[in-house]
């Protein structure tokens, strides 16, 4: 079968504690009745799947037919794509290649077994590059040819410029709509240093770094400084309403401006594959730092400072 994707106090572990609790709460009827979903799905894709015979996704399609469903389908079909970006990514970043939990965390999947089960559609379907090899026991990724991924018309195109090529060089303009109406252009920060924030709702060290994010805009904003939350929802596919979101930014205080990021975007910032992922922006425009996944707030406030000192 065929399946074709194509002075603030650092916040204490306690604080950070019950940040994720906040959002867990926030997000767990929506996230139970996806999750729900998604393993049908998958469980149905698992138990059809043969090797050199992918499962088309009209199949797919016509036996899940119930709205959730097809959302999370939408959702599957958007990660399957984005999948050996991220490990791409994630292995020329950390040197290594990501677990299953990892990936699952990545790509708001429901268990570390969903995203084996991508995994498995791409080892079954010969006309996706075998980039990576996999222990036969565990289902974990052993290694990535990450150059491979670059040379697939279908993949590689995805790939864009590297992040840290970025580092030095003016900040790509961007004009995104703020999550409570309205727009923000780039243009509108000339003269502030910023730190652009690309992060997804429900994402595990996402929601670890919105306190210390937090801490730093009280600690900075007086000094020509700001934080642009960039929310990638969309662009991910998931289902989180704007209601949801803003009532995450409630909960944590969040007192930084909120857009939705967009595909254009994100292009021009490297494709963002890894969350969250920062730049700190200085006042001349230029990037002057990029990090991926969890940042801690000392690393965080040592470069503003330098940037703002520098300015």
């Known amino acids: 079968m065929r399946i074709v994707f194509w002075g603030q106090p650092t916040p ?67 990660a399957f794509f984005r999948i050996p970006l991220f490990v791409a990514q994630y292995q020329e970043k950390f040197g290594k290649p990501p677990s299953l939990r990892i990936i699952a965390q990545q790509f708001d999947l429901p268990t570390p077994r969903a995203a084996g089960i991508l995994l498995n559609v791409m080892d079954s379907d010969p006309r996706v590059p075998r980039f990576i090899a996999r222990d036969s026991r565990t289902g974990e990724i052993t290694h990535v040819n990450v150059q491979t991924i670059l040379r697939d018309p279908r993949f590689g195109q995805a790939l864009g410029p590297d992040l840290a090529g970025l580092e030095g060089k003016p900040a790509p303009s961007f004009d995104l709509t703020l999550l409570r109406g309205g727009d923000l252009a780039s243009g509108q920060l000339r003269g502030k240093a910023f730190i652009l924030y690309i992060w997804f709702t429900g994402c595990p060290p996402c929601m670890e770094e919105a306190p210390e994010l937090v801490a730093l805009m009280r600690r900075f904003s007086g000094r020509g400084f700001t934080i642009i939350g960039a929310n990638a929802d969309r662009l991910l596919g998931l289902g989180y309403s ?16 909120l857009v939705n990021w967009n595909k254009e975007t994100n292009a021009a910032y490297g494709s963002v594959a890894i969350f969250p992922t920062l730049f700190l922006v200085d006042r001349r425009g230029v990037i002057r730092r990029h990090w991926v996944g969890y940042t801690s707030f000392a690393e965080l406030q040592q470069a503003i400072l330098k940037a703002l000192a520098d300015d």
């Open 12 to 78: 204490s572990r306690l604080q950070r504690i019950t940040a994720l609790a906040a959002i867990l709460t926030i997000c767990s009827g929506l996230a139970m009745a996806q999750s729900g979903a998604e393993m049908r799905i998958l469980n149905y894709i698992q138990q059809n799947l043969r090797p050199g015979q992918p499962l088309r996704v009209t199949e797919l399609y016509d036996h899940f037919t119930a709205p959730a469903e097809r959302q999370a389908l939408g959702k599957l079909y958007n």
């Open 242 to 257: 704007d209601d949801v979101r803003s009532r995450y930014a409630a909960k944590m205080k969040i007192d930084f401006p």
